[in-house]
């Protein structure tokens, strides 16, 4: 990378190494000004040009949440409100996947044959029906840009929110920058 005047260029070696020596200018006062290849280094550089945190961990947020949609939950494969692992047995329930909850059955977000509430954790979560069909273990930091953003403790509040409302899951994630 070129760095000059608290601005970055990104070079061919700053991808291949994911970016790892940015991390020292994350948190300061520095902007990547290259464009990005693809759609993930666009939102990467979105989201380290984005200094307030909360506004950063909302970038990421969203295009996960949209990311999961598009690349993972599609292996679910719902048909007639049946999932794959709900039409093959390995699931315990019958329909509407695993949107289910000790001492509250089916979850009450679940609204008009639609989830009410994007939640990042959900849409991590894969059974491993999902996650053997897919041939990969849909955790945290296995997403580049969960490994790259969140610490630890963090990435366990991206695993472990099931159903939380965005706005209190940013909130967890602040807490424990
Ligand atoms: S993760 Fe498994 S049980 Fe849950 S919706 Fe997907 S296929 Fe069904
Ligand atoms: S909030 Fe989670 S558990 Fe509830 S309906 Fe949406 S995806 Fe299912």
Redesign the pocket.
């Given at each position: 990378m070129v760095v000059r005047d608290n601005k970055i260029e990104l070079e061919e070696k700053d991808y291949k190494n994911k970016f790892k020596k940015l991390k020292r200018y994350l948190d300061k006062d520095y902007k990547i000004i290259s464009k990005g290849k693809d759609e993930e280094t666009q939102v990467f550089i979105k989201a380290f040009n984005q200094k307030d945190l909360r506004k950063r961990y909302e970038i990421i947020y969203d295009y996960m949440c949209d990311y999961l949609d598009k690349n993972v939950c599609v292996v679910c494969d719902f048909k007639n409100n049946k999932c794959i692992g709900n039409r093959m047995g390995t699931s315990v329930h019958k329909e509407n996947g695993c949107?289910y909850f000790r001492n509250e059955g089916f979850?009450k977000?679940?609204k008009n044959k639609k989830?009410t509430?994007p939640?990042i954790s959900?849409k991590l979560f894969m059974c491993p029906l999902a996650e053997k069909k897919m041939g990969f273990h849909s955790l945290p930091k296995n997403y580049f840009l969960l490994k790259y953003f969140f610490n630890f403790v963090q990435r366990d509040i991206l695993r472990y929110s099931?159903?939380k409302p965005k706005k209190d899951c940013i909130e967890d994630l602040l807490r424990k920058k």
């Open positions: 949107c979850c977000l679940f989830c509430n939640n959900c099931y159903r």
